[in-house]
C-alpha cells in the first residue's frame, strides 16, 4: 500500500522573550531595540502563532528546530514551555531541539542595569525538553541530545542538536556522527523517509553570507552537507541565520541537497514552514506561513519598521552622529571602541551615500546598461539608502523581485561591472557582482514556497546578460594615479591632518573608548 505523503509544521528561533526581563530602559535598548527580532513584542508574537498553529488542522506535527528562548533564562523556558503544552493539548505532538541561546547567559534589564538571571545549564535542558521529543524517541543520543522519532508509518524525523562538537563550534563530534550514520542505516533498511532537522545552516543562504557570516555556518558543515547528500538524505531543516531560504549544492558524487531554512518567528518576516514529505513521489514541497491571529496591533508592520528601522537609523547615524552610531552599530556586531575611533572617517561617505540618488547611479552607468533617462525616470528619485534597505530586507525575507530586465538590476550590475573591472586592472582576482547578484533577483528556487524534486538537480531558468560589461577600470585608474601625482606634493599636509584628525577624535571620546 503506498504511504500517504505527510504534512508537518516547522518553527524556529522562537527566541521567547518574556515581558518580565524588561522591555524598556537604556540597557534594554542598547542590547535589543535595534535587533532584527522584534523581543519586547515577542511574547504576544509567539502566542498569537501557536493559536494560529493549534487550529490548523492540516497537520498534527510541530518541529522547532532551537533557540526556543532568548538567551537561556529560566523563566522564559517555563514559560515557553507552557505554551508548548498548550498546542500538545491542542492534539499536536511537538519535537524539539534546543540550541545555543537556550543555555548560559540570561538577563534582566532595569534602566541602566543589565542583571544576570538564573539561566538553564546545558544539562538542564535535556529534562526541560524531555516531553517534547526524547520521551518519544526511537533512538536517543546522550551527548548531543539528539533523537530519532517515528513520526508516522513511513516518516522518520532525526532531530539533531549541533550545539557542540567537542572542539569548540557548533556541529557534531566523530561519535555523533558516527550514531546518525547507525540511525540513517536503520531508517533505510525500514524504508524510511527521513526528515531531518539541525539549529546551524549547512548552505550559506546567500555568498554574502557565506562571507560575513562563515563562523555562524555549523561547524564541519562542508563535510557534513556531503556526507548527508551521499548517504541518501536529500534536505535538512535549519535556523539559526533567521532568514527565509531554500538553497541546494550538489555533492561531489552528483546528489542533490538542500537546507531549508526557517526564519525566526519573532523578526521579519516572522514565518514559519508548513511542508509535506511524499515518500512515494521523493518531493518536499514547502510554503511560507505568516501570523495572521489579530492582535491588538499590526505584527506584520511591526516587524518591518523594526528592520526597516534598524538598518535606516544605522545608515542615517553614521552620517550625522559618531556617538549615536556606535551605539547602534552594536546590532551589526561592530564593537562602540571601534565605531568611535573610526566613525568621523565614516561620516563624510555616510552623508554621500543618505543623498544619493538612483538617477545618478544611472548616468554613471549608462555606457553599460544602454538605458535611457525614460528607462528609469520613475525610481530616479529613489535613495540609495532605500535600495539598499530593500536588498537586505530581501536578504532575509527570501525572493528578490528585480530580474535581470527591469532597470534596477541593470543599474545595480552596471555598477558592479565598474567595480569589477577596476578591480581586474588592480589585480584583483575576487569579484563584487557574484556577491550582490542573489540579492538583487531569486535565480533559483523560490526561497517561500517551493516543490522540490527530491530525485535529482533542479532545471533553473536561464536569463540573458541584459549589462554590458565595463571598460571604465583602467580610466578610473589613470584618473586616480593622476590625481596621486598630483597631490603628492600634499601629502605630508593630508597626513598630518588624519593624525590631528584621530587626536581631536580620541579627546573628544576618551572617556567613551576608554569604557
Ligand atoms: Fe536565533
Ligand atoms: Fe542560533
Known amino acids: 500500500m503506498p504511504t500517504k505523503p505527510l504534512h508537518f509544521i516547522v518553527i524556529s528561533d522562537t527566541h521567547y522573550y518574556s515581558k518580565r526581563l524588561g522591555t524598556e530602559g537604556r540597557a534594554y535598548e542598547l542590547d ?12 504576544e508574537a509567539l502566542r498569537a502563532a501557536f493559536a494560529q498553529i493549534a487550529k490548523d488542522g492540516r497537520s498534527d506535527i510541530v518541529l522547532l528546530s532551537g533557540d526556543v528562548v532568548n538567551n537561556g533564562e529560566m523563566f522564559c523556558h517555563e514559560e515557553i514551555i507552557a505554551l508548548l503544552r498548550e498546542l500538545q493539548e491542542a492534539g499536536k505532538r511537538v519535537f524539539v531541539i534546543t540550541a545555543t541561546h537556550d543555555y548560559d547567559e540570561g538577563h534582566i534589564y532595569e534602566g541602566d542595569k543589565k542583571i544576570q538571571t538564573p539561566s538553564a545549564k546545558r544539562e538542564d535542558l535535556r529534562e526541560l525538553y524531555y516531553e517534547f521529543g526524547p520521551a518519544q524517541s526511537l533512538a536517543y ?5 539528539s533523537y530519532v522519532a517515528q513520526l508516522a508509518e513511513g516518516y522518520r524525523l532525526f532531530a539533531l542538536n549541533d550545539d557542540k562538537n567537542g572542539e569548540g563550534r557548533s556541529g557534531f563530534s566523530r561519535e555523533a556522527i558516527a550514531w546518525i550514520k547507525e540511525q540513517i542505516d536503520d531508517a533505510q533498511a525500514n524504508n524510511q523517509m527521513i526528515i531531518p532537522m539541525t539549529h546551524h545552516p549547512v548552505i550559506a543562504p546567500s555568498p554574502f553570507y557565506a562571507m560575513i557570516g562563515k563562523g555562524d555556518m555549523m561547524g564541519g558543515h562542508e563535510t557534513f552537507r556531503e556526507q548527508l547528500a551521499d548517504w541518501g538524505i536529500s534536505f535538512l531543516f535549519t535556523g539559526h541565520t533567521h532568514i527565509q531560504d531554500i538553497s541546494f549544492i550538489v555533492s561531489e558524487q552528483g546528489n542533490v541537497f538542500y537546507d531549508v531554512s526557517t526564519p525566526s518567528l519573532v523578526g521579519y518576516p516572522g514565518t514559519y514552514r508548513h511542508a509535506i514529505a511524499d515518500k512515494n513521489a521523493n518531493t518536499l514541497a514547502i510554503t511560507a506561513e505568516h501570523i495572521t491571529e489579530p492582535l491588538d496591533f499590526d505584527l506584520q508592520e511591526a516587524f518591518e ?15 550625522t552622529s559618531v556617538p549615536r552610531f556606535s551605539e547602534m552599530a552594536r546590532a551589526f556586531s561592530i564593537k562602540p571602541r571601534m565605531s568611535l575611533r573610526f566613525g568621523w572617517l565614516l561620516k563624510p561617505l555616510a552623508k554621500w551615500l543618505t543623498r544619493l540618488k538612483i538617477g545618478k547611479i544611472a548616468k554613471w552607468t549608462k555606457a553599460e546598461t544602454g538605458l535611457r533617462p525614460e528607462d528609469y525616470s520613475h525610481i530616479k528619485e ?9 536588498l537586505v530586507m530581501r536578504l532575509f525575507g527570501g525572493d528578490a523581485p528585480y530580474t535581470p530586465d527591469t532597470p534596477q538590476y541593470k543599474i545595480a550590475i552596471g555598477l558592479l561591472h565598474i567595480l569589477d ?3 581586474k586592472i ?9 556577491l550582490v547578484e542573489p540579492l538583487l533577483y531569486n535565480a533559483g528556487i523560490c526561497d517561500a ?3 522540490l524534486d527530491l530525485s535529482g538537480p533542479p532545471v533553473l531558468p536561464e536569463f540573458e546578460e541584459t549589462v554590458r560589461e565595463s571598460r571604465k577600470g583602467p580610466w578610473i585608474l589613470a584618473v586616480a594615479v593622476l590625481l596621486l601625482i598630483i597631490l603628492l606634493p600634499l601629502i605630508p599636509v593630508i597626513a598630518l591632518c588624519v593624525c590631528i584628525g584621530f587626536l581631536v577624535n580620541e579627546l573628544r571620546f576618551w572617556r567613551k573608548i576608554r569604557n
Open 32 to 43: 535589543n531595540q535595534k535587533s532584527q527580532k522584534l523581543l519586547a513584542r515577542a511574547e
Open 141 to 145: 543520543h546522550e551527548e548531543s541530545y
Open 305 to 319: 519598521s523594526q528592520f526597516f528601522g534598524m538598518v535606516r537609523d544605522v545608515i542615517t547615524a553614521a552620517a
Open 382 to 390: 529613489d535613495t540609495v539608502v532605500d535600495f539598499i534597505i530593500s
Open 421 to 423: 573591472s577596476l578591480l
Open 426 to 434: 588592480c589585480g584583483v582576482k575576487f569579484k563584487v557582482r557574484p
Open 449 to 451: 514556497e517551493a516543490v
